[in-house]
């Protein structure tokens, strides 16, 4: 093998590994922010997934966690100690995940469970794109302990803002739909000079 076809499948290899990380932060985004969008595109349309109480399709997980949103308070997720073993276009993903939830189902007061373990995942590369083929999520840890600021104003105080909401009112949403917008612009004026000089 030449060394400029190592030194391609070492590119590739990083390139697989980045769409790979990129997808799981999608999922993140998606249950946080309760955008079905993005947390849909994190799998594929016959991926299944493990997931505590949640055993079935991936598809079905979907719309049990949106469901689920609906009577949900604040949650974040957050990954990390991601380490991706590529093998072709089948990967095997293991991702430590830290999660904090509001669950308002367990008592009559609010509860803050707190969650750790780690998403056990099969990526699949279609068409050039990684998705979830199949999830196992492990749990390592986990604490539920009363919320003790059950108003916002309680929790954040009044100076602390934007505060963190879901799709499509969250600020991520805003500013993205501003980004598009210049780049939109940018690209109608480059076009129109590239029509003037010809």
Known sequence: MSQSEIANQAIQALLDREAIRECLYRYCRGVDRGDEIALRATYWDDATDRHGPYQGTASGFCDWAMSSRESAGRMIHMIGNIMIELHGDHAVAE??????????????VPMEVVLHGRYIDRFEKRVGEWKVAARTVVYDWSRTKPVEATTEIEMFGTARRPLGSRYPRDTLYEVRAEVLKSSER????????????K
């Open 95 to 108: 991702s430590y995940f830290y999660a904090v939830q509001e669950d308002r189902k367990i008592a009559d």
């Open 186 to 197: 940018h690209v109608e004026i480059a076009e129109n000079v590239g029509k003037k000089s």
